[in-house]
């Protein structure tokens, strides 16, 4: 992935920073230029709580070759405390333990290494909250 | 605006074809196309052709086509929207024609997609999400489809053997058409017993990975005693777009888009789901052909599963999906796709659909979409 690619997302994938619409309140994450909801083109950066709860979840089992060596692993689809959903990969978790409404925390992780010289992406992968 | 016909359709047989490239599998469906219409000279031509710069390195695919066809220095316009870049290329050579523009146009679709590896169509396939904000998670299209699934398992009680009946619907019927991938006949436990994709999708529950093309002729309605064969007429047109990523549509067990672009279809048209006689619909994995039948009308929410294990969806049932095979059995080399839906709307609406002819077939819809259903055509033809 070209540097500037992953660099100049890093308010979002580093911080979880999330634009809330200054008119209707619905928050976005990534941030938006344009509210879908309203129009409004004013947002104030926040940055979200780490949780959420799964809203739906898979297992990917035959993936896209820069996520193979990882195979299977379980992916869902996550609705943060502050009103955003995700699609992240959900980790440390058992298959079985897969379940829509299932408690989560955003957890800063190692998505996947590429190329030769093996430049690392980071971003963040969903871990179950055990009581 | 001109009422439009389809006056000629061409598509040969889908499946791995090492031997041939991608100009010419395009090319052979397209001059079969021109023959069944009796033209030999094109007044425009839209391909649709989702990924050909990373299927075969190759972009600029009008001007290499149109090079291909003899057809010198006609306007060709690639159409590209993921797996329905081929209804989108139809939608653009209906509204050429409707507009007065042009009058004899090719709307033609091709992929080419076993030439790269597997890993690699995934990839190129994967492109039509949000790259950075869903690709980032490795979710592939089976993934983004399955938790569509398991929403709609939660919601309305679909049954993994609701989705497997799909499978073996549109195998059942792909028997029936000698240009399907495959001719296989499976059973509810293959699907649900075969190698798992994403859960709770199987491989039996995806399309395959294809090569392919098809095309089709269209003119002016008033024009078609002109022509060789008797016209299907278009007689509604909607298009529609939903959010790119998944994620951020409040209900994961419906397609809005496929709706919204049904009911401008269908107001088009003056026509109700009920007036329908059959439908190819995109079955790019079996929980799609049910959400999609209950988008389109033909089903209320949550009843599609039920429908397609009843036998509802079946040549013999109520409002029969897919008679071609569907996607599913026919094979999605996907900018072909939506085209080739509209070869089996025009083949079973003149009454030429051989051993897969319906008795009752005036009237047929053909719904495409891309992505997760970020982009959604639905068309209406009927006999003239």
């Known amino acids: ?131 | 605006m001109r009422d439009v016909a389809v006056i000629g359709v061409g598509m040969q047989k889908w499946g791995e074809l090492w031997e041939k490239s991608t100009r010419d599998i395009f090319v052979e469906s397209a001059l079969l196309a021109m023959d069944d219409a009796g033209v030999d000279r094109l007044d425009a031509m839209y391909v649709g052709s989702m990924s050909p710069g990373i299927f075969a390195s190759q972009e600029h695919l009008e001007s290499l086509m149109a090079d291909y066809l003899g057809q010198k220095h006609i306007p060709a316009t690639r159409v590209e929207s993921a797996c329905a870049s081929g209804g989108l290329a139809f939608r653009l050579a209906w509204l050429a024609v409707s507009s007065g523009i042009s009058d004899v146009v090719l709307a033609g679709g091709v992929e080419k997609m076993t030439d790269v590896s597997g890993g690699q169509a995934t990839h190129a396939l994967a492109t039509a999400a949000d790259m950075k904000w869903e690709g980032m998670s490795g979710v592939t299209f089976p993934g983004l489809y399955a938790m569509m699934a398991v929403a709609h398992m939660a919601k309305y009680g679909t049954t993994r053997r609701q989705l497997a009946s799909v499978a073996v619907k549109n195998h059942d019927n792909g028997l029936l058409n000698p240009r399907a991938q495959f001719h296989l006949k499976i059973s509810i436990d293959d699907v649900i017993n075969s190698v798992k994709v994403a859960d709770p999708l199987n491989i039996l529950d995806c399309s395959p990975i294809t090569d392919g093309a098809a095309a089709v002729i269209l003119c002016p309605a008033d024009h078609v005693k002109k022509f060789k064969k008797p016209g299907v007429k278009v007689i509604g047109s909607g298009h529609a777009t939903d959010t790119i990523a998944l994620h951020d549509r409040a209900d994961l067990a419906a397609l809005k888009g496929v709706g919204e672009a049904a009911a401008r279809a269908y107001k088009m048209a003056g026509k109700k789901p009920e007036q329908i006689d059959f439908a190819e619909v995109h079955d790019c994995f079996t929980i799609a052909e049910v959400i999609v039948s209950e988008a389109l009308g033909f089903f209320p929410a949550g009843k599609g599963g039920p429908g397609a294990e009843a036998g509802e969806t079946a040549r013999g049932g109520r409002i029969p999906i897919n008679t071609s095979g569907g996607l599913k059995s026919k094979g999605h080399p996907v900018g072909a796709t939506g085209i080739a839906q509209i070869v089996e709307l025009t083949e079973q609406l003149r009454g030429e659909a051989g051993e897969r002819q319906l008795k009752k077939a005036r009237v047929g819809l053909a719904q495409n979409m891309g992505g997760s259903g970020g982009t959604a055509l639905v068309h209406i033809l009927e006999v003239m």
Request: proline letters at 8%; hydrophobic letters at 35%.
């Open chain 1, 1 to 131: 992935m070209p540097p500037a690619r992953s660099w100049r997302a890093y308010p979002q994938t580093y911080r979880l920073e999330a634009a809330r619409c200054t008119k209707c309140g619905k928050a976005f994450y990534p941030p938006r230029l344009v509210c879908p909801e309203c129009h409004n083109r004013t947002f104030e950066t926040f940055a979200m709580k780490r949780t959420g709860k799964v809203v739906s979840h898979t297992v990917i089992r035959t993936p896209a070759s820069a996520f193979s060596a990882l195979q299977p692993f379980a992916v869902g689809i996550v609705e943060m405390d502050d009103g955003p959903r995700l699609t992240v990969q959900i980790a440390d978790v058992k298959f079985e333990e897969l379940k829509i409404g299932l408690p989560v925390r955003l957890e800063f992780r190692r998505i996947f290494s590429e190329g030769e010289s093996g430049v690392i992406q980071y971003g963040h992968k969903a871990v179950p909250i055990r009581q």
